[in-house]
């Protein structure tokens, strides 16, 4: 059942009541998979949709109802919002509330977003809010979706390791922070594999981004993987990637907004000695470092923030934090130094959130309360890392390297 509330769209939806397939007609319903038995819950992800305009969404999800309930969810392209929300009991309930950023490649009638034909296919870039509900026992009674156009916006630029990767096993930490900025806070991530400042920018991107910033939110910039591979003249790290970097800035700051830097994501490559890793990005972390400093703008470091997180596992262990699986989990062997997979995209998200209380930005106060500081020094126990994947896999490796 939909209704339009005073201050703009509003939708309420009870799902112990019969739900239709999504279609555009209704504009909202069951969408990817065949609609589940709510009456007789099961370990089956199932997926909601609602058709709305671009712009920010506060959803509130009443959970339970059901034995043992244990529900994860995820936003548009596998997003993790909220994860292990346990009801034991039959009666139990619990409401979990956040904001999803919704959007379109539509900039304004006449202009779009260029994105790849990969891109297509993404939950990110519909005409409509997508949920995911998951875990060992996903247990939905109710759905709330408002518009909500005054919490501030964090938007993220850059590549595959940021970008909402939309298939398992993939992950990137820009769909894991998530999990733990609350819900006056909206992530807008317009990240996409194999990019560069320069294409980023040149596919409209930027502008995109422009549209819709205001004083207030936050601009994330990680790049440099795939700009190392730029050869024409003027390129490398200390001119057009640079260049790039301050465009950024410039534009950023003539609204009034905050930007913020992430030096790359390192690749896990170790030296034959097993104990220490090879610098794969030469001298892009320090061109970032340069501008960062000559027009004083905060900087994460996450290549050392990773690097530590690899020679603090080893050769062996820091391979279950990429996308490292025998040939019988996905039907092909995937070994890749690049991109993480969920547990590792969840250690670098982890990374940021830490970057972002070193430099004490008011992000901080968007904190959930069951945060817990991180040390890449100290990380998680990938044995002890819980993932329901999502049904949405393919084994072909993202743009970039």
């Known amino acids: 059942m939909l209704a339009l509330s005073a201050q703009g769209q509003s939708f309420d939806f009870d799902l112990t009541k019969p739900q239709p397939n999504y ?20 370990a089956q992800p199932f997926f909601f949709s609602v058709k709305v305009p671009d712009g920010n969404y506060r959803v509130r999800v009443e959970l339970g109802g059901v034995k043992n309930g244990n529900t994860t969810v995820r936003a548009e392209s596998r997003r993790l919002m909220m994860d292990k929300i346990l009801t034991p009991k039959k009666n139990d309930v619990q409401t979990v509330e956040f904001v999803v950023n919704k959007r379109s490649p539509m900039i304004d009638g006449q202009k779009r977003v260029m994105i790849k034909d990969r891109e297509k296919d993404y939950l990110d870039w519909d005409d409509r809010l997508t949920l995911e509900f998951n875990g060992p026992q996903p247990a939905v009674r109710s759905i709330h979706i408002e518009r909500d156009d005054m919490v501030p916006t964090v938007y993220l630029c850059g590549n595959s390791t940021v970008v909402d990767q939309n298939y398992e096993p993939w992950a990137s930490w820009g769909q894991m ?27 409209n991107r930027l502008e995109k981004i422009l549209k819709t910033l205001k004083k207030d939110d936050y601009v994330f910039v990680e790049f440099g993987h795939n700009d190392e591979k730029e050869h024409r003249p003027g390129d490398g790290a200390w001119y057009h990637y640079q260049y790039q970097l301050k465009i950024f800035v410039d534009e950023v700051r003539k609204v009034g907004a905050q930007i913020v830097f992430c030096t790359p994501t390192q690749r896990r490559q170790f030296e034959s000695d097993g104990k220490s890793i090879r610098n794969t990005h030469g001298d892009f972390p320090a061109a970032m470092k340069q501008v960062a400093e000559r027009e004083q703008v905060p900087l994460i470091d996450l290549t050392t923030m ?18 490292h699986y025998p040939k019988e989990a996905y039907g092909r062997e995937l070994a890749d130094n690049t991109h993480f997979n969920p547990f590792g995209a969840s250690q670098v998200a982890k990374c940021v959130v830490m970057g972002i209380k070193q430099l004490n930005l008011p992000l901080v106060k968007y904190l959930r309360d069951d945060w817990k500081d991180f040390n890449p020094n100290h990380p998680d126990d990938w044995r002890s890392f819980e993932w329901a994947p999502s049904p949405i896999v393919e084994n072909q490796k993202p743009d970039g390297n």
């Not at 209704?26 to 998979?33: K, M, P, T, W």
């Open 23 to 42: 279609n555009e007609q209704d504009g909202y319903g069951f969408d990817i998979l065949p609609a589940p038995n709510m009456k007789k819950p099961s």
């Open 177 to 203: 922070i998530t999990r733990w900025l609350g819900p006056d806070v909206a992530i807008s991530n317009h990240a996409e594999s194999g990019l560069t400042c320069r294409t980023f920018i040149g596919s």
């Open 306 to 323: 990773t690097t530590q997180l690899y020679l603090a596992t080893g050769p062996e262990e820091s391979k279950h934090m990429l996308v």
